[in-house]
């Protein structure tokens, strides 16, 4: 069911997104959003393969595009996902509340439905951060003719992280299990910290090697 | 021909950003994300449009979708013009140079094309501060039913200007106009801080209005 995203034109699904319509949303956004930063540090590892100046580097660079691979067959997946954990989030609010058993089952209902709808971005954010690690892998030896694009994905994965983590903020406050809750949010400031890191190391070296 | 990149579906798109085709690269990719960046803050001004709740913002509201709609298009054809100056610049550098006279006009081919490739991603950038500054403007009073979405556009916009200026900083040591040099670096500088400005504006209203 990625073809609600994946399958349309950029025009259709551009479309969409500046309509009325709620979804797709930020979180579905900030996900397409991370996939065309990992294609562009996956294009930087692609343009490394099989280029004598960076034989040694060859093993690395055809690992990295693996990788990047299967992050952006991913993030394919969890942008289903988010429209998936949105509209079990919406079917909730119309779930019957008159008797006290409807009561309840509403409230265990959005309660796990409000779980789901962090738990997707936040995925979302960990593969966000795992493309700017990647990132900061390939600045010092990829391709020097096309580095600045890996300057490009570093940059625009950390914006996807920190844009897809307002939909973790949104739910956070609706969720009764503090336990949850705890990690959800340990988890949020490891994120932030070890993707601003990795950007910075990126650019650093983009910067170097541009110059 | 803005075929080449919005006609084709997201997957297509993606997966020839990820190869080691040299197109699109991360002038185009910064451009489709800046349209990303756009469509979120339009859908939020559309979503504030005929709402009782925000009545009063309604002729704002409607100002701010023809604005950001007039951005989009905008972002469309500079996405195509970059790949345009592109592939000029790639044909100059295959231009004769056995003669003098050959060398005198391929040079000057060259100075034109670098220009051209520089202002067409400074354009990309120009227009990115326009959409955060939608941002700021949106972010006090649109629908708080999806705030968090201005919060996306403002982050991810301004991202797009940063990932888009790395094309500009690439071509500009390539000039020899010290007078082009000299106004590009005023406007990047210019660009940066309004922009960053903009965005901590927007975000601020967006996390009080979140909360």
Redesign the interface.
């Known amino acids: 069911m990625s073809d609600r995203?994946?399958?349309?034109?950029?025009?259709e699904?551009?479309a969409e997104?500046?309509?009325?319509s709620?979804t797709p949303?930020?979180g579905n956004?900030?996900a397409?959003?991370a996939?065309?930063g990992?294609?562009?540090v996956?294009?930087v590892a692609?343009?490394t393969?099989g280029k004598k100046a960076y034989v040694e580097f060859e093993d690395q660079a055809k690992e990295q595009v693996a990788k990047?691979?299967e992050i952006?067959e991913r993030l394919?997946k969890l942008t289903n996902d988010d429209m998936e954990a949105f509209d079990q989030y919406m079917a909730v609010f119309r779930m019957p509340k008159s008797t006290d058993e409807e009561k309840k089952a509403r409230a265990e209902a959005m309660q796990a439905a409000a779980k789901n709808a962090t738990n997707v971005p936040l995925d979302i954010c960990k593969t966000c951060a795992e493309i700017v690690k990647e990132a900061a892998k390939l600045a010092p030896y990829g391709n020097k003719m096309?580095i600045?694009?890996v300057?490009?994905g570093a940059?625009?994965a950390?914006?996807?992280l920190?844009?897809a983590m307002?939909?973790v903020?949104?739910n956070l406050p609706s969720i009764k299990d503090q336990d949850f809750v705890a990690q959800v949010k340990a988890e949020r400031a490891r994120l932030f910290v070890e993707a601003e890191e990795n950007k910075l190391l990126a650019l650093a070296d983009?910067k170097k090697r541009?110059g």
Chains 1, 2 share one sequence.
């Open positions: 995203v994946y399958g349309k034109t950029v025009n699904f551009i997104a500046m309509s009325s709620p949303g930020g956004v900030s397409v959003v996939t065309l990992a294609s562009m996956c294009m692609n343009l393969i990047l691979s952006i394919k096309a600045s694009d300057g490009v940059m625009v950390e914006t996807a920190r844009s307002l939909s903020d949104i983009v541009m």
